[in-house]
């Protein structure tokens, strides 16, 4: 499980270089570590929306 969030770590901080700003993921209960996974990658912002997906998005 960590190398797996280290690696969703490492996917936001390649997101935010190649000026990505938003990320969706459906929601599930792993979700709350994937949140703090990309929060510690740089994407601040977090929305929840009606169709069950949060959108993860960077200040930029």
Do not use: C
């Not at 979700?31 to 169709?51: C, D, I, M, W």
Request: proline content about 2%; charged content about 20%.
């Amino acid at each position: 499980r960590g190398l797996g969030l280290s690696m969703i770590q490492t996917l936001g901080h390649i997101a935010l270089r190649m000026g990505v700003k938003t990320l969706y993921a459906t929601v599930s209960p792993i979700n709350y570590l994937v949140a703090a996974a990309l929060k510690s990658a740089g994407f601040k912002r977090v929305k929840t929306q009606v169709l069950e997906e949060r959108i993860f998005e960077a200040d930029l």
